[in-house]
């Protein structure tokens, strides 16, 4: 039984079908046998990387390769008439939707040469805008676009050998090896996308929600270049196509979530945060409830997970924006960080203190005041910090004048949450710069309000007598406890 499905899926072609120009998506609509059941392609993907192009429902299929050994190079737009260039287009997408084996260097070397020089002659024509394209050639286009573009992509190099996930910023990044044709076929697609003879009422039957979504299943390439093509061609789209602008919005969040909450393995993110940096400055003020929700549930939680140093920047500057926005949000950023800063990892603390720099610089008074205590005893934590850059980090919170100018307004709070902290590291802390650092906060506190400082000393000397009582106290408890152990004839009893 086997055996015969298997014969049964390998019908050898009849020489009638072989040469059927329609089998190949070329022919006119309706030339296929209608009774004939069409072969689907069989595609198995990878769990987590993104799949070939499945078209939306305003999509037609995308256009299927003739075979191979066909490849002849056509003439030049500029050596044909005028009337006869759109026929000549459509033969050139043609021969760009043919695809190559690019890890063996030395195969159908001819035949690639000829596809870039054609992609070459199709970005040029575009770009030139010598001849605005029919709409059949825009579909055409896009649907080429589609053939070489989306694929599957390759497995990370920990999912290949099942080893655990390793650093991103120490892995190597996979370059594709069919760039040299690839970045032609991005190029074109931009190019399209940002002349200003396509028109997007035409266009958006094409590149519609189903090419979007493909599009960001890309940023997912572990290839630099092409990411930064992505991140390109996805912010024109946003910009020319505002019927698409919401489904973006709401796609990258679906990306962000996965990424949060299963995976932790994204090659786009930093990507993805330039383009919403880009858009959040765009935002209407007042600001919709949506846009504050995608700070609350995507955003902030971006802190949370292990490779936060590949993105931090970017993330960073959206967050920034958001409070230069609407100033209102500084409480509730300053709370989502205090919320996810780091318990062990002191790399990504200094990451956090730099970030939250630029969030109170944007901050006003009445939302530094709702936030400021347990901002504080955050602070005060990462100036005991052991290690120097985390406590170098915070005290340099007091170079900013804007910082500096909130605590002065409200030091009657500031100054006794972080007095203690100040006195352990003039005391004890083993780094000379953080030492001389906090001497310096430690005076320009003085400066500032001597009575305050004053009394804060007041307390702690009083708070270390106390300690220092208590101790003595304990010590005396167990003395007595041996004295009388002893006195009972305890000849097995373990003493200091």
Not at 122 to 142: N, P, R, W, Y
Not at 275 to 300: D, Q
Request: charged fraction near 25%; include cysteine; proline fraction near 6%.
């Amino acid at each position: 039984m086997l055996k015969k499905i298997m014969k049964g899926g390998h019908r050898k072609p009849s020489k009638s079908d072989s040469t059927d120009p329609s089998l190949y998506g070329f022919g006119p609509p309706g030339s296929r046998n209608p009774g004939s059941a069409p072969t689907p392609n069989v595609v198995v993907n990878h769990a987590s990387r993104a799949g070939p192009y499945t078209p939306g429902p305003n999509s037609a299929a995308p256009v299927v390769p003739p075979p191979m050994g066909t490849v002849e190079p056509l003439p030049l737009f500029r050596d044909v008439p005028v009337s006869e260039r759109q026929n000549l287009f459509m033969r050139k997408l043609q021969i760009c939707c043919f695809q190559f084996d690019f890890t063996d260097t030395l195969k159908s070397v001819r035949e690639k040469e000829i596809k870039r020089q054609t992609l070459l002659e199709l970005v040029d024509f575009i770009q030139s805008g010598s001849g605005k394209i029919t709409e059949m050639c825009q579909e055409e286009m896009i649907k080429m676009v589609a053939v070489n573009i989306f694929r599957c992509l390759p497995p990370a190099s920990h999912e290949n050998t099942g080893q655990e996930a390793t650093d991103p910023e120490e892995e190597e990044p996979y370059l594709e090896p069919s760039w040299p044709h690839l970045q032609l076929v991005y190029e074109l697609l931009l190019r399209y996308v940002v002349s200003s003879d396509t028109d997007t009422k035409v266009a958006k039957r094409y590149i519609d929600h189903s090419f979007v979504l493909k599009l960001l299943d890309l940023f997912d390439s572990e290839d630099p270049r092409e990411r930064e093509y992505l991140k390109t061609i996805l912010h024109r789209i946003y910009g020319k196509f505002m019927v698409h602008r919401p489904f973006i919005r709401k796609a990258i969040n679906n990306i962000f979530y996965r990424f949060i909450y299963e995976t932790e393995r994204h090659s786009g993110i930093g990507e993805l945060l330039e383009i919403l940096g880009s858009i959040i400055n765009g935002f209407a003020l007042p600001m919709k409830e949506e846009h504050k929700l995608f700070l609350v549930r995507a955003l902030i939680p971006l802190h949370k997970p292990k490779p936060i140093a590949v993105y931090h920047q970017q993330l960073s500057y959206c967050i920034t924006q958001f409070v230069e926005k609407d100033y209102k949000l500084a409480d509730t950023v300053i709370r989502g960080l205090l919320k996810y800063w780091p318990l062990t990892n002191c790399q990504k603390e200094v990451l956090f203190l730099g970030e939250l720099e630029e969030v109170l610089e944007a901050t006003q008074s009445a939302e530094f005041q709702r936030c400021m205590v347990p901002l504080f005893r955050q602070i005060a934590r990462c100036l005991n910090s052991s290690h120097f850059q985390v406590a170098e980090r915070a005290l340099f919170l007091w170079n900013n004048e804007h910082i500096v100018s909130l605590i002065a307004q409200n030091r009657q709070v500031v100054l006794p949450i972080i007095f203690e902290a100040m006195e352990r590291n003039i005391q004890s802390h083993w780094n000379q710069a953080v030492h001389g650092l906090t001497v310096n906060v430690r005076k320009m506190f003085m400066e500032m309000d001597a009575e305050l400082f004053d009394e804060c000393q007041r307390q702690f000397a009083e708070k270390e007598a106390r300690a220092r009582e208590v101790e003595e106290q304990r010590e005396m408890t167990w003395k007595k406890l041996a004295d009388v152990a002893a006195q009972r004839g305890g000849d097995d009893m373990v003493t200091a």
